[in-house]
């Protein structure tokens, strides 16, 4: 009971922390006036992308709630350890890409597409450097990297570990086409549908493979929501931007 009370205050001091920081550093580049006006044209934009950021939420939320449901606690740490491991690493690359965010609205509300392009290609090359020694780095050593980040008795956690390695670059090319490029071009309603289709997706694969696979199901899930939302989103950025898959580049 004190180390969740204790992490849950590191939790909250991080975010505080962050968002103190964030604000200190950028009055040396805006003015903040705060007001009691609305601007109704952003209005519907927040609700999509809260919309957006909960269906997300939703099927990553779902897959813990519904293992439990299905099976028992036991695999359900194994699943939580696992996946807590893949979002600690993913985090790092999340944060090196986020910095190229304002560059690419930029470009694109000046309508150079051809800046914008170069840019989203550049984050897509880092990915790729990224990502790819990642997995083959992960899946070989999961076992050790579980021991290292949990200790003994949590072994199980190394099958779901290794399924879920493709999200290294699933999710951050999700991000880079979702977050980099559709965001910024105002496609709110496309971002809206694609959030809706992994969460359905998510919800569907959920009770065929959870039921009959536990621990290892949820993992797969989670691979199928991921490529649900990349190849409904890589659509619209082809069909927006000209920007093709990857291997193309």
Request: proline letters at 3%; charged letters at 10%.
């Amino acid at each position: 009971e004190t180390d969740v009370k204790l992490y849950y205050f590191l939790v909250a001091l991080t975010w505080a922390g962050n968002g103190i920081i964030n604000f200190i550093y950028a009055k040396k580049y805006v003015s903040f006036n705060f007001t009691l006006k609305i601007n109704k044209a952003i209005i519907g934009s927040f609700f999509i992308l809260g919309v957006y950021w909960f269906m997300n939420s939703m099927y990553t939320t779902l897959n813990v709630a519904f293992l439990g449901f299905a099976t028992n606690d036991i695999e359900v740490g194994y699943y939580t350890t696992a996946n807590k491991l893949l979002t600690v690493i993913m985090t790092m690359f999340t944060a090196l890409t986020s910095v190229m965010v304002p560059r690419v609205s930029v470009a694109l509300k000046s309508n150079d597409n051809s800046e914008a392009k170069a840019l989203i290609r550049k984050a897509i090359n880092a990915l790729m450097l990224f990502a790819i020694p990642l997995i083959f780095f992960v899946f070989p050593f999961s076992q050790e990297l579980i021991y290292l980040m949990s200790g003994k008795g949590y072994e199980g956690a190394t099958t779901p570990l290794q399924i879920m390695t493709p999200l290294f670059f699933l999710v951050g090319y999700d991000q880079i086409i979702v977050l980099q490029t559709l965001l910024p071009m105002g496609k709110d309603k496309d971002i809206l549908r694609n959030s809706i289709l992994a969460a359905s997706v998510g919800i569907i694969s959920n009770i065929f493979l959870t039921l009959n696979f536990g621990k290892n199901g949820s993992a797969i899930v989670l691979i199928l929501a991921e490529l649900s939302v990349l190849l409904s989103s890589q659509f619209c950025v082809t069909k927006y931007l000209g920007l093709k898959i990857p291997f193309k580049l």
